[in-house]
């Protein structure tokens, strides 16, 4: 097995794409954001949480993506979707998601 520590840039890029090829990343992208618009339709009310690893209510935003809201806890330096998903909605995601089709083939 090549050593990736050792590789140079270009050596690096082509076992990264023999790992994650582009296609591979391209159809996931693309069945995620369907995932995304369906679960966005068909359950609409999202949940405002704390920190789920402390509990704490004092968070900031970091970063914006896929449409959801990452947060950081100031407390414990967590990081989190803040509001999210309904667990209804999430129970129905995880064993019908589209992405699940290509991330988890055979598994759920």
């Known amino acids: 097995m090549p ?7 270009s050596d690096l890029d082509t076992l990264l794409e023999q790992v994650r090829p582009e296609e591979l990343d ?17 359950y609409p009310t999202l949940i405002a949480v704390n920190c789920i690893a402390c509990d704490s209510p ?6 914006e993506k896929l ?3 990452f947060n950081r806890c100031d407390g414990c330096d967590s990081l989190f979707i803040s ?3 309904s667990r209804e909605a999430l129970a129905y995601f995880f064993p019908t998601g589209h992405l699940n089709e290509v991330s988890c083939p ?3």
């Open 106 to 108: 055979g598994i759920l």
């Open 67 to 69: 449409r959801y809201t």
């Open 58 to 63: 004092h968070y900031h935003i970091a970063f």
């Open 3 to 9: 050593n990736i520590f050792a590789s140079s840039g």
């Open 83 to 85: 509001p999210r998903l």
């Open 26 to 42: 391209q159809i996931q992208i693309k069945l995620h954001m369907q995932d995304i618009a369906y679960l966005q339709q068909a």
